[in-house]
């Protein structure tokens, strides 16, 4: 069955199937329960479920990851909301140190099934510390794996295959795609959680996003079009483990690869997937693989975010450069 | 009270409840009772000897360099013996990684409490076969741990039945530094918010490394826990019969529904820190010297012997301590060295292709320097 909904609606489905699902499964954050969280993602679920499953937590993010430990500890499986991605370093400590390593330390005896869900990126004219993207220092921590979905057929499985996941699970949601809708199928078996996906095809150069940005490269993808080049799109979906085979094989078709995210470039996912490309498809290539990227900046003020984000322009700039070089 | 002026509490608001002063006499509390018998005293006696053997050997084994690093619990068997000893097989407890007593008595052998120190190891036990989480060394993170857990036995309805066959408890160990970590004053409010069957058992012993305990926190420790809405109580941390007593008490407590405890057991380190520290840079031998007087063990040893226990039973438990001294040194020259390609297979449940293929390159770089022995 296919239904139109929101990327947003289709967190909230998927967390309420597996809540279905599994009575291990506990929900965990600020404001998830009677508000529903401030994105309304957890809408109706401590309503249906009750406080012992949808527990508003006390403001205190260490603590919300920290408890959830102790929780898993127990078999529990814990998934948080951590409001913004500019309050998750108060929690980096236990994500990094206890989450990420509980299950190497204690030679597998100790699974830690946490699902982080983090709101990230900015285009929403919010303010400070509500537009981050850190999800490349999570993606480098060994022992924790990270997704981001684009939009709500995936919003809609991947979070029930991350709450099944044994392993943790950081979730990047793009925030300002939760409004976006889109047809969410429950009845067809999904992809793998941690599968990459050719969104749209193309013959003559290859776009690599994930989250918010797929969404931008598919209407580059579609200006570009008109003006007769070819533009593949491939949504990552899976930042840690990294599934690059089929950007591989797109880019040994199309020979230019550009990689695109709003987090900053140096050191960002752009520099570790170029990486990569370049050592399986060095003789493939047409030209050096270009990252489009928000700055090295902190996050901006909100009233040159657009400048400081990729856009439309940006990304057909770096196709034209690279087709050109 | 002999033992009970502190200088931070001079009011006396936090009086130390003492149920064996340092001269080995049982004295009585208004609210406080060693419950068990001189048996039962003489296996905490047992207990204290073993623990401070096995701190002995480990300091020994890192002189002479079989471990790395050694964190000795010198001076603190009380508080972990006393403490451990008032735990049920439910309950679980959640260390820091000095707690070599308490691992003795969760029935987790001592040579493996070494494989962490030896590099060898970065855990070394079931957490969940001996309710005895791993070592924790980011300092004040596993008291959250501890309060998780909690709050999951109150999900699972394992508090409050009164049932003392099956009703559970947490305890969490914590030293005095740690209470200037924003996680452990975290846990203490979420304990008390969801009420959380748990007891914070920070052992006071003067120091966080070199920074003595009025460099971390002014006033009683024990005071902290009403500013949370639980109580706080202070505790003679070398007396292992009040350690005992107040645990039990607390842990009954936090089993039956009732919530969080803070007990701060007053003690001193008589070691480093670790071994890698030189505590004559930041304190004078006198405090060393007052605190030898207030042992933990020789106060049991002389109540014992006042009780008329017979020389052999100290005569046999020598011969115990020392067959555990040799059953580290042989177990710790033989923990086997790690194989670094058997680590690949654990970072996750699910694994990842990406570690699959760097565990591949470098069995096969490995493979490659191995000389090949028909050949050589």
Redesign the interface.
């Known amino acids: 069955m296919s239904t139109k909904m929101p990327l947003g609606k289709g967190l909230n489905a998927g967390l309420r199937a597996a809540m279905e699902a599994d009575d291990k499964v506990?929900i965990l954050g600020e404001d998830v329960g009677k508000l529903g969280g401030v994105f309304r993602i957890t809408d109706g679920l401590q309503k249906d479920f009750g406080e012992?499953r949808v527990i508003d937590a006390?403001l205190?993010e260490?603590?919300i990851?920290?408890?959830?430990?102790?929780?898993?500890?127990?078999?529990?499986r814990p998934v948080l909301e951590i409001q913004f991605d500019g309050f998750v370093y108060?929690a980096y400590?236990?994500i990094v140190?206890?989450v990420a390593?509980?299950?190497?330390?204690?030679?597998?005896?100790?699974?830690m099934p946490i699902v982080i869900r983090i709101p990230f990126g900015g285009g929403i004219g919010a303010v400070e510390h509500h537009s981050e993207s850190p999800e490349a220092q999570f993606a480098l921590t060994?022992?924790l794996?990270v997704v981001s979905c684009s939009n709500a057929n995936d919003a809609y499985w991947m979070i029930q295959q991350a709450i099944a996941?044994?392993?943790p699970v950081v979730f990047m949601e793009p925030k300002r795609r939760y409004w976006d809708q889109g047809e969410v199928d429950t009845d067809s078996e999904p992809l793998p959680l941690?599968a990459s996906k050719v969104v749209r095809a193309g013959t003559d150069a290859t776009l690599i996003a994930y989250g918010p940005m797929v969404k931008t490269c598919l209407e580059s993808a579609e200006a570009a079009a008109e003006e007769g080049t070819s533009v593949e799109v491939i949504d990552l979906r899976t930042l840690?483990?990294?599934?690059l085979a089929p950007v591989f094989e797109s880019v040994r078709r199309t020979g230019h690869a550009i990689v695109v995210h709003e987090a900053s470039q140096t050191l960002g996912l752009g520099a570790e997937i170029s990486s990569r490309i370049t050592e399986s498809c060095f003789y493939s290539l047409e030209a050096p693989v270009i990252r489009v990227t928000g700055y090295d900046l902190p996050y901006p003020p909100s009233r040159v975010e657009e400048e400081f984000l990729p856009g439309l322009d940006r990304v057909l700039e770096a196709v034209d450069r690279s087709l050109a070089y | 009270m002999p033992d009970a002026y502190v200088a931070d509490d001079p009011a006396g608001a936090f009086p130390l409840v003492q149920l064996l002063t340092p001269e080995g006499e049982r004295v009585s509390h208004a609210d406080y009772a060693y419950d068990g018998d001189d048996d039962t005293i003489r296996g905490l006696f047992r207990d204290l000897v073993l623990s401070r053997r096995i701190d002995f050997e480990a300091h020994a084994l890192q002189r002479h360099g079989e471990l790395g690093l050694w964190a000795p619990a010198l001076g603190q068997e009380a508080a972990q013996i006393g403490s451990g000893r008032a735990l049920l097989p439910q309950d679980f407890a959640f260390p820091t990684y000095r707690e070599h007593g308490v691992a003795l008595c969760r029935g987790v052998d001592p040579a493996l409490l070494l494989g962490l120190f030896r590099g060898v190891e970065l855990g070394g036990w079931d957490p969940a076969e001996h309710g005895f989480a791993l070592y924790s060394i980011v300092i004040g993170a596993q008291t959250l741990h501890a309060t998780g857990y909690a709050m999951g036995l109150t999900l699972d309805g394992e508090v409050g039945r009164n049932d003392p066959e099956r009703d559970a408890a947490v305890i969490a160990y914590f030293g005095d530094g740690a209470t200037s970590q924003g996680d452990v004053n975290e846990a203490f409010d979420w304990a008390a918010v969801f009420n959380a069957p748990v007891v914070f058992f920070c052992q006071n012993n003067q120091y966080a490394i070199s920074a003595s305990t009025e460099r971390n926190t002014r006033g009683p420790i024990a005071q902290r826990a009403g500013g949370f809405g639980f109580d706080g109580i202070r505790v003679d941390g070398n007396d292992v019969l009040a350690c005992h007593a107040v645990t039990t008490a607390a842990m009954q407590k936090a089993r039956s529904g009732e919530g969080p405890t803070l007990i701060e057991a007053y003690t001193y380190r008589m070691g480093a820190h670790t071994t890698s520290d030189d505590p004559t840079r930041y304190r004078d031998s006198s405090e060393v010297e007052t605190w030898k007087l207030k042992d933990p063990i020789e106060r049991v040893k002389r109540y014992l012997l006042t009780q008329g226990t017979p020389q052999e039973f100290f005569d046999e438990l020598d011969v115990e301590a020392d067959e555990l001294g040799k059953h580290l040194r042989e177990t710790c020259k033989s923990l086997p060295d790690p194989d670094l390609a058997a680590l690949f297979d654990h970072v996750y449940v699910d694994g990842s292709t990406e570690l699959e293929e760097q565990k591949a390159q470098y069995v096969a770089f490995r493979d490659s320097l191995e000389p090949e022995g028909s050949e050589s």
């Open positions: 506990l012992s006390p205190a260490s603590g990851v920290g408890t959830a430990v102790g929780l898993a500890f127990r078999g529990y108060p400590d236990q140190s206890q390593k509980l299950h190497f330390r204690s030679q597998g005896r100790v699974k060994a022992g794996k996941s044994d392993d941690h840690s483990p990294l599934d």
